[in-house]
């Protein structure tokens, strides 16, 4: 989008440049979001952005007020939708809503290596939610050494005591 953005010089013609946010808007409402949809046709509403976040939590309380099922992607307590997942993991799903709230599709078992993943990214949160409940340095390196994307124990300890020391006025004292 950004490149296109740039080739239309969205700055100096903006009327071109939002006709083509919309039309790139269009093609992902038409891909990524459909498929939270199964297919069911999308909401309509006066908003020129219904699938943003505002739009879908507003889309949600439509639903959940007249009882109009809306399917879109949520996310909610696992509650078994995804085997192996914890029942309190939050995880992002396709969802049915209705006056009931919201119902998540079942997914049941997960690729192994997409599992292995959420599972890791899982335990990061986990840990670094308690690490910030408690101030702790060691559930903070624990929890970045957990993470995907870091993996490496000495690497989480040099960005734990990096952060700290650089904003000690916002996060206070660790320990």
């Known amino acids: 989008m950004l490149t296109r953005l740039k080739e239309v010089d969205a700055v100096h013609n903006p ?65 078994g939708a995804i085997t192996g997942m914890r029942d309190d993991d939050v995880v992002e799903v396709s969802c049915r809503v209705d006056a009931g709230g919201p119902h998540p599709v079942q997914i049941g078992e997960a690729p192994e290596s997409q599992y292995l993943l959420m599972r890791d990214v899982k335990r990061y949160e986990r840990l670094a939610s308690q690490s910030i409940l408690q101030r702790s340095r060691k559930l903070a390196v624990e929890a970045l050494a957990a993470h995907p994307l870091i993996a490496s124990y000495p690497l989480a300890k040099t960005l734990v005591s990096e952060f700290i020391a650089a904003h000690p006025d916002t996060i206070g004292v660790w320990h």
């Open 15 to 79: 009327e071109v440049g939002l006709k083509e946010y919309h039309t790139i808007l269009g093609k992902r409402h038409a891909s990524y979001m459909a498929h939270t949809r199964h297919n069911e046709p999308k909401p309509q509403t006066d908003d020129a952005d219904d699938e943003g976040y505002a739009g879908v939590a507003l889309n949600c309380v439509v639903a959940i007020a007249t009882d109009t099922p809306l399917f879109t992607g949520l996310n909610v307590p696992n509650n």
